[in-house]
């Protein structure tokens, strides 16, 4: 399947430059087993890439003009690497364009390009697509101008450019599971330090399938919700720094029992939520390293919960997917992933149910009268690498 998509993306770039490229950089999309809202918090995080990708070819140029194709919107756009404005139209090129800018503002020297944009990873699914393409330019041009940077680079100034020249306040999670991924295996990722550690997650070996469910639900106040949280979180660790707490990774047993009166209810749950994801980030690793998939599961459901009602982000079409996976037998375990109200989850289910699990939860939807959700089943797949 890879093989052939990058046969097939070879073939077009030499239908529309009529020469071949000099580099083929692949990155892939990510799911993220558990631990969220964790990662603005400074905690632990558990992602894992996927066997989809997005591909960027390309072969310099003698001038300062770059031309990118994207095969997904059939569309080609033109900048020049000096004069980098966002485009206010075409979203799609502010990522490319965003890592000239960064790169640019280090102080690289980058020349034009011919270059071409293809990829499996569904767009705006909550697979991380729009890193994956970061990663990819960033890694295509990392080797084209020999710019030598490190993976933690790669990472660090993708996540800069959506930042700063894209205009999205995302973590670094998504760009650092892209450069960093590992086949059949998940990443651990302290936030705060960027300490990480590749943990088993031999899947087929055990006979067992991520489903990924995309609700379609797209909330317009998600943004604003997020942003809630995000306060409201700084708040709760603000009133714990008092004994001694820097991030939630330091708080005790009883710690946040002291504090309740003084926080309120509200903050108190959400200073529950991110400590309680912390502690499961780690049993998580902990169960993984003994292949215990069945304690994996109940790990997922027991975040599901604690989004649900500690840290209120979750919706009926997200909950669903965990009342549906708490009684289907060949489910281990299921969860709402990302910042909530909407997007997505992922469901630990054996691969001989995946199926009839996906039939049940369309059918349930159906029944409630839910937009119908869209199903992907991953597997877990390499890190970005040059072909
Ligand atoms: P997610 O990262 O969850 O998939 P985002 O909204 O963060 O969703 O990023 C999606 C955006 O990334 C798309 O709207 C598009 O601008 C860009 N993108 C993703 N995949 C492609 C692709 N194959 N070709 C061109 N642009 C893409
Ligand atoms: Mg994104």
């Known amino acids: 399947m890879k093989k052939n998509s990058i046969l097939n993306a070879r073939k077009r770039f030499l239908e529309i430059y009529n020469k071949k490229p000099d ?27 996927i066997d989809r990708n997005i591909q ?14 994207a095969e997904f919107f059939q569309e080609s756009e033109n900048f020049v690497i000096h004069d980098l404005q966002v485009s206010l139209t075409i979203k799609w090129v502010n990522y490319v364009k965003g890592i000239f800018w960064v790169l640019e503002k280090e102080g690289y020297s980058l020349g034009g390009l011919d270059a071409f944009i293809s990829g499996d990873i569904p767009l705006e699914s909550g697979l991380s697509s729009s890193a994956a393409l970061e990663v990819s330019v960033i890694n295509a041009l990392n080797k084209l101008f020999h710019l030598s940077l ?43 330090t960027l300490f990480y550690e590749h943990v088993p997650l031999p899947l087929e070996e055990h006979g067992l399938n991520i489903v ?57 749950r959400r200073a529950r939520h991110v400590t309680t994801e912390n502690q499961r980030v780690m049993d998580a690793v902990r169960v993984l390293k003994k292949g215990d998939f069945q304690k994996l599961g109940e790990l997922l459901f027991q975040s599901h919960q604690s989004l649900r009602y500690d840290y209120e982000v979750s919706c009926p079409e997200l909950d669903l997917l965990y009342e ?19 997007g997505s989850g992922i469901a630990l289910v054996e691969e001989t149910q995946t199926e009839a699990f996906i039939n049940r939860m369309k059918k349930e939807s159906e029944d409630r009268q839910f937009t119908s959700p869209v199903f992907f089943e991953v597997a877990i797949g390499e890190g970005a690498n040059i072909q």
């Open 23 to 49: 580099v083929i950089s692949l990155a892939p999309g990510r799911i993220n087993i558990i631990g969220e809202h964790t990662d603005y918090n400074l905690g632990f995080v558990l992602p894992a890439a």
């Open 56 to 69: 960027f070819l390309a072969k310099r140029t003698k001038n300062n003009l770059v031309s990118v194709w």
């Open 150 to 192: 490190s993976r933690e680079q790669l990472a660090r100034l993708s996540q800069k450019a959506e930042n700063d020249f894209v205009g999205v306040s995302c973590g670094l999670m998504d760009q650092f599971i892209s450069v960093f991924g590992r086949k059949n295996t998940a990443l651990f990722l302290d936030c705060e």
């Open 212 to 268: 990924v469910y995309d609700s379609r639900i797209r909330r317009e106040l998600s943004a604003s919700d997020y942003n809630k949280r995000r306060l409201e979180s700084a708040a709760a660790l603000k009133s714990l720094k008092t004994s001694g707490v820097r991030s939630f990774k330091d708080v005790r047993d009883g710690m946040l029992e002291d504090k309740k009166d003084e926080m309120g209810d509200i903050l108190f």
């Open 324 to 342: 549906v996976g708490k009684q289907f037998e060949g489910c281990l375990g299921a969860r709402m992933t990302g910042a909530g109200f909407g």
